[in-house]
């Protein structure tokens, strides 16, 4: 048995904290033995020479070595004067209570460990285990900041501060996916996935360090440009344009998406990520909301047609900045709603987060988009031919909907309705397993972290959906429904990675296309596998 | 190995808490001191402590609602909430807490998932639960039952609670069922955290300072009670001293029952500075003690510092002059 890292260790030592072995990570099952002893490509030497790669094998962030002695304490001075301003009210009202508690109170019964997917997957190593970084910053903030923690450091846990302790602390604050689920088991309420949030923020917001995906081509861009794609709006109009005409094929009969209407009922905000990578969806929604008579509108001005907030991952500013922008552009357009497409974190900071900064004109009513779909099928004003959809469907919870709003059962409402296969996994619901994508894992890729996601956190969801089709023939294609752009990241990269759909016939895409599919009057079908239609 | 240190490192303070009270028992002024002064000193620490930490969590500000949502949430109407797993006003809310306090909820979710034949397999695991609330619960009996020291006449609730406790009538005195689960949580937590090697490393002396301090409390009253058998009497009119300020001389050191008191007085004086707060944490813990009501009620944030507003028609208002004599645009003439 190998001895257990202690969280001790994250400054004393040598090397990559964590090593997975061939064949440490949990297995999978046929066909898929021949990925038991896959581990995660090695990172190229010669491009992190000058970069803290010391946690494990996979890097988030990336973040420069220090060049000289005086620039590491710096960076040691910053972080402690960050950290004090974490418990400041002052400074970060944001969490307080919940932060304070979570590092306070915790018995340390480790329940929260078997509740860990990243945990439990990875061959259960010690610094992937939920309470490692917590203890790490729990142990910092004893010793550091409450006086005479130096002297009582010795019975309550010990830990010295260095700079690699620090930058091991950064890069393992992305390896938790912000899920929540050990959160819900804790029986006192300790919150490890807030704890990891906050580290994320101190980084962020005191140190300007935070991976590019989320910062640099994350939320600046998204502010400047329009859309963390770094598309336009010219480009956004165009892609819609191309999308109308598909759909156009698909019904038979002219479709309207129409733009910037002025006090149109609702203004529809989609994860722009879809118009890119799958456009049925945005135009199963305008197909949609048309048979159903709705008034609605998209918005082309900058980021009013792309519904993320990565700000809800990392930073509280550019939280704030990017959901200002959208209610503003929902305030101007005089609509009475928002409905934010199938877009897990976009619900959580648009319709929750941003609650308490949207004040006066700016307190727009903000929807779920599963709501109003749920209110469109169980109206009976539209005819479905449920048949159509007669294939195998089971259905991925994004953990923003379920374990942090309690959006559960409109969805799959929906599905017994129109999805006459339809089986859950197994846990699901408030009990479900990330996609592995959460909290930005699904957009970020530098280094060799996709294959990381894909064989770490990614795994057992994986096993998850492999398991909820067992006992189909193996013919028959089977549609995972996931109705949220990150987990669709996630589990369209499962599927590449493991050649799942040459093996099992893994299928994927949202909730919307599966209603539309099943609409009566449609020339074709909007749900494809790989060539073949899903109905003649 | 730094565990095992751990281990022997509590072994340790706890014989030292021992011995500090046995000698006390040897000397009537540490007696004195003990049973005299020691009482209110570590009263004051206690209440002064907890209050202290009580109110800088109550302090901190909760602008948002994050409660871990375990159910459907209150919704459309023809859609079935869960009105304690995801609570939508006050009365569920105070279900789920009262779930979480009396029954444990969330630890009872606990699974485990092991692999079997290439096949994951979610089991329950309940063991943790079921031994972690038969030590809470017990411990609560256990200190009412305490009570019969403090009240005279004995309050009737004690009375009773004492009597269905001992209903097995087993020995004399009868033995308490209480004291029985309380030494068997207390086994099956120590255990759990020295055999299993994943909750060992991480364990620290205060892990097991606390399991084995309870553990010597218990082991010390069962001895006075059923083996060394103590003058209660005596206890009694102590006890009563203590509640009516008017502590007695003690009429004769008994080192067993010195040994109790002293590790009690630790308990009590440690337990606010300690993991053991977590049993006023629990009532104060946003993720369980908030109502999921984000989408149906406006939450304003109270702990913006207020913002001294100039609006542009106060702007203009005191310039208006001034702007028309520089020919600037005006709203309102």
């Given at each position: 048995?190998k001895t257990l890292l202690k969280p001790s260790e994250i400054s004393r030592a040598a090397g990559r904290l964590c090593r997975i072995g061939p064949g440490e990570l949990a297995p999978l099952p046929p066909p898929y033995e021949d990925f038991n002893a896959t581990v995660p490509k090695p990172l190229n030497e010669d491009k992190i020479k000058?970069?803290?790669?010391?946690?494990?094998?996979?890097?988030?962030?990336?973040?420069?070595?220090?060049?000289?002695?005086?620039?590491?304490?710096?960076?040691?001075?910053?972080?402690?004067?960050?950290?004090?301003?974490?418990?400041?009210?002052?400074?970060?009202?944001?969490?307080?209570?919940?932060?304070?508690?979570?590092?306070?109170?915790?018995?340390?019964?480790?329940?929260?460990?078997?509740?860990?997917?990243?945990?439990?997957?990875?061959?259960?190593?010690?610094?992937?285990?939920?309470?490692?970084?917590?203890?790490?910053?729990?142990?910092?903030?004893?010793?550091?900041?409450?006086?005479?923690?130096?002297?009582?450091?010795?019975?309550?846990?010990?830990?010295?501060?260095?700079?690699?302790?620090?930058?091991?602390?950064?890069?393992?604050?992305?390896?938790?996916?912000?899920?929540?689920?050990?959160?819900?088991?804790?029986?006192?309420?300790?919150?490890?996935?807030?704890?990891?949030?906050?580290?994320?923020?101190?980084?962020?917001?005191?140190?300007?360090?935070?991976?590019?995906?989320?910062?640099?081509?994350?939320?600046?861009?998204?502010?400047?440009?329009?859309?963390?794609?770094?598309?336009?709006?010219?480009?956004?109009?165009?892609?819609?344009?191309?999308?109308?005409?598909?759909?156009?094929?698909?019904?038979?009969?002219?479709?309207?998406?129409?733009?910037?209407?002025?006090?149109?009922?609702?203004?529809?905000?989609?994860?722009?990520?879809?118009?890119?990578?799958?456009?049925?969806?945005?135009?199963?929604?305008?197909?949609?909301?048309?048979?159903?008579?709705?008034?609605?509108?998209?918005?082309?001005?900058?980021?009013?047609?792309?519904?993320?907030?990565?700000?809800?991952?990392?930073?509280?500013?550019?939280?704030?900045?990017?959901?200002?922008?959208?209610?503003?552009?929902?305030?101007?357009?005089?609509?009475?709603?928002?409905?934010?497409?199938?877009?897990?974190?976009?619900?959580?900071?648009?319709?929750?987060?941003?609650?308490?900064?949207?004040?006066?004109?700016?307190?727009?009513?903000?929807?779920?988009?599963?709501?109003?779909?749920?209110?469109?099928?169980?109206?009976?004003?539209?005819?479905?031919?449920?048949?159509?959809?007669?294939?195998?469907?089971?259905?991925?919870?994004?953990?923003?909907?379920?374990?942090?709003?309690?959006?559960?059962?409109?969805?799959?409402?929906?599905?017994?309705?129109?999805?006459?296969?339809?089986?859950?996994?197994?846990?699901?619901?408030?009990?479900?397993?990330?996609?592995?994508?959460?909290?930005?894992?699904?957009?970020?890729?530098?280094?060799?972290?996709?294959?990381?996601?894909?064989?770490?956190?990614?795994?057992?969801?994986?096993?998850?959906?492999?398991?909820?089709?067992?006992?189909?023939?193996?013919?028959?294609?089977?549609?995972?429904?996931?109705?949220?752009?990150?987990?669709?990241?996630?589990?369209?990269?499962?599927?590449?990675?493991?050649?799942?759909?040459?093996?099992?016939?893994?299928?994927?895409?949202?909730?919307?296309?599966?209603?539309?599919?099943?609409?009566?009057?449609?020339?074709?079908?909007?749900?494809?596998f790989g060539e073949e239609p899903s109905w003649q | 190995m730094k565990q095992n240190m751990n281990i022997l490192l509590s072994f340790i303070t706890i014989l030292a808490i021992a011995l500090v009270a046995a000698a006390a028992a040897e000397s009537q002024i540490a007696g004195n001191v003990l049973t005299g002064i020691a009482p209110y000193?570590?009263?004051?620490?206690?209440?002064?402590?907890?209050?202290?930490?009580?109110?800088?969590?109550?302090?901190?500000?909760?602008?948002?609602?994050?409660?871990?949502?375990?159910?459907?949430?209150?919704?459309?109407?023809?859609?079935?909430?869960?009105?304690?797993?995801?609570?939508?006003?006050?009365?569920?809310?105070?279900?789920?807490?009262?779930?979480?306090?009396?029954?444990?909820?969330?630890?009872?979710?606990?699974?485990?998932?092991?692999?079997?034949?290439?096949?994951?397999?979610?089991?329950?695991?309940?063991?943790?639960?079921?031994?972690?609330?038969?030590?809470?619960?017990?411990?609560?009996?256990?200190?009412?039952?305490?009570?019969?020291?403090?009240?005279?006449?004995?309050?009737?609730?004690?009375?009773?609670?004492?009597?269905?406790?001992?209903?097995?009538?087993?020995?004399?005195?009868?033995?308490?069922?209480?004291?029985?689960?309380?030494?068997?949580?207390?086994?099956?937590?120590?255990?759990?955290?020295?055999?299993?090697?994943?909750?060992?490393?991480?364990?620290?002396?205060?892990?097991?300072?606390?399991?084995?301090?309870?553990?010597?409390?218990?082991?010390?009253?069962?001895?006075?009670?059923?083996?060394?058998?103590?003058?209660?009497?005596?206890?009694?009119?102590?006890?009563?001293?203590?509640?009516?300020?008017?502590?007695?001389?003690?009429?004769?050191?008994?080192?067993?029952?010195?040994?109790?008191?002293?590790?009690?007085?630790?308990?009590?004086?440690?337990?606010?500075?300690?993991?053991?707060?977590?049993?006023?944490?629990?009532?104060?813990?946003?993720?369980?003690?908030?109502?999921?009501?984000?989408?149906?009620?406006?939450?304003?944030?109270?702990?913006?510092?207020?913002?001294?507003?100039?609006?542009?028609?106060?702007?203009?208002?005191?310039?208006?002059?001034?702007?028309?004599?520089?020919?600037?645009?005006?709203?309102?003439?």
């Amino acid at each position: 048995m190998k001895t257990l890292l202690k969280p001790s260790e994250i400054s004393r030592a040598a090397g990559r904290l964590c090593r997975i072995g061939p064949g440490e990570l949990a297995p999978l099952p046929p066909p898929y033995e021949d990925f038991n002893a896959t581990v995660p490509k090695p990172l190229n030497e010669d491009k992190i020479k000058n970069i803290e790669a010391s946690l494990d094998d996979t890097l988030a962030i990336g973040i420069p070595k220090p060049a000289t002695k005086e620039e590491e304490e710096e960076l040691i001075r910053r972080f402690l004067s960050g950290l004090r301003k974490l418990f400041e009210r002052e400074n970060n009202w944001t969490f307080l209570r919940q932060l304070t508690l979570s590092l306070e109170h915790c018995a340390r019964c480790q329940t929260c460990s078997d509740a860990c997917p990243v945990f439990e997957m990875s061959g259960r190593q010690e610094i992937y285990r939920p309470i490692f970084r917590s203890e790490v910053l729990r142990r910092v903030c004893k010793k550091y900041l409450t006086p005479g923690g130096k002297m009582t450091a010795k019975w309550t846990g010990d830990i010295d501060l260095n700079w690699t302790a620090i930058a091991r602390l950064a890069e393992l604050s992305y390896r938790c996916s912000l899920c929540r689920r050990c959160a819900s088991v804790c029986p006192i309420g300790v919150d490890n996935g807030l704890i990891a949030h906050e580290i994320r923020k101190l980084f962020s917001q005191e140190m300007g360090i935070a991976p590019k995906e989320l910062h640099e081509k994350g939320t600046v861009l998204h502010l400047r440009a329009g859309s963390s794609t770094g598309m336009n709006p010219l480009a956004a109009k165009d892609s819609v344009e191309f999308i109308q005409e598909e759909m156009e094929e698909i019904t038979g009969c002219p479709v309207e998406i129409p733009w910037d209407r002025e006090g149109a009922d609702i203004l529809l905000i989609h994860n722009a990520g879809e118009m890119l990578a799958w456009p049925e969806n945005v135009g199963a929604f305008a197909i949609l909301f048309q048979a159903a008579g709705l008034s609605w509108t998209l918005s082309s001005e900058t980021a009013g047609y792309d519904a993320v907030n990565y700000g809800l991952w990392y930073d509280d500013v550019q939280l704030s900045r990017v959901a200002l922008r959208h209610a503003d552009i929902a305030r101007r357009l005089k609509v009475n709603k928002i409905v934010v497409g199938e877009c897990g974190h976009a619900h959580k900071a648009l319709i929750e987060t941003s609650d308490r900064l949207l004040t006066g004109k700016l307190n727009i009513p903000r929807e779920s988009a599963l709501v109003t779909l749920e209110n469109i099928v169980m109206s009976g004003k539209l005819s479905f031919d449920p048949q159509k959809n007669d294939f195998p469907v089971t259905l991925h919870d994004p953990c923003n909907y379920v374990r942090s709003m309690g959006i559960v059962e409109p969805q799959r409402r929906i599905l017994r309705r129109i999805a006459p296969r339809f089986r859950e996994m197994t846990p699901h619901g408030v009990d479900n397993y990330c996609c592995g994508g959460g909290s930005g894992f699904a957009i970020m890729s530098g280094y060799n972290f996709t294959d990381w996601r894909n064989l770490v956190s990614s795994r057992k969801k994986f096993l998850q959906i492999l398991q909820a089709f067992e006992n189909e023939p193996p013919q028959t294609p089977r549609y995972v429904c996931a109705p949220c752009s990150n987990c669709k990241g996630a589990i369209r990269d499962i599927i590449g990675y493991y050649k799942a759909e040459e093996r099992s016939r893994l299928y994927y895409g949202g909730l919307v296309e599966l209603i539309v599919n099943a609409l009566d009057g449609m020339k074709k079908p909007i749900i494809q596998f790989g060539e073949e239609p899903s109905w003649q | 190995m730094k565990q095992n240190m751990n281990i022997l490192l509590s072994f340790i303070t706890i014989l030292a808490i021992a011995l500090v009270a046995a000698a006390a028992a040897e000397s009537q002024i540490a007696g004195n001191v003990l049973t005299g002064i020691a009482p209110y000193l570590v009263l004051a620490v206690f209440l002064s402590g907890f209050v202290y930490r009580i109110i800088r969590w109550a302090k901190s500000p909760v602008p948002f609602r994050i409660p871990t949502t375990c159910g459907q949430g209150k919704s459309l109407p023809w859609i079935q909430n869960n009105p304690v797993e995801n609570p939508a006003g006050p009365l569920g809310e105070i279900g789920r807490m009262a779930a979480e306090i009396l029954l444990f909820r969330s630890l009872f979710r606990n699974s485990q998932t092991e692999i079997v034949n290439g096949r994951t397999v979610y089991g329950s695991a309940k063991w943790l639960w079921l031994f972690g609330l038969l030590f809470h619960w017990s411990l609560l009996v256990i200190l009412f039952r305490h009570l019969r020291f403090f009240t005279e006449p004995v309050i009737p609730f004690v009375m009773g609670l004492s009597a269905l406790d001992g209903f097995l009538e087993i020995g004399v005195p009868a033995l308490y069922i209480s004291d029985m689960t309380l030494l068997a949580g207390l086994v099956f937590l120590f255990l759990r955290r020295v055999v299993l090697p994943q909750v060992r490393y991480i364990s620290l002396f205060t892990d097991y300072f606390a399991l084995l301090l309870i553990a010597a409390i218990a082991s010390t009253g069962l001895l006075m009670r059923h083996f060394f058998p103590v003058d209660l009497n005596a206890v009694k009119t102590l006890a009563m001293g203590w509640v009516t300020f008017s502590p007695p001389a003690p009429a004769q050191a008994n080192a067993l029952f010195y040994l109790h008191l002293c590790f009690v007085f630790v308990l009590v004086a440690w337990l606010p500075w300690s993991k053991l707060m977590h049993m006023a944490g629990i009532f104060l813990s946003p993720t369980r003690n908030l109502i999921n009501n984000n989408r149906s009620q406006r939450h304003l944030n109270p702990w913006n510092a207020p913002v001294k507003v100039h609006s542009y028609e106060e702007y203009e208002d005191e310039f208006r002059d001034k702007m028309k004599a520089a020919g600037l645009p005006v709203e309102k003439e």
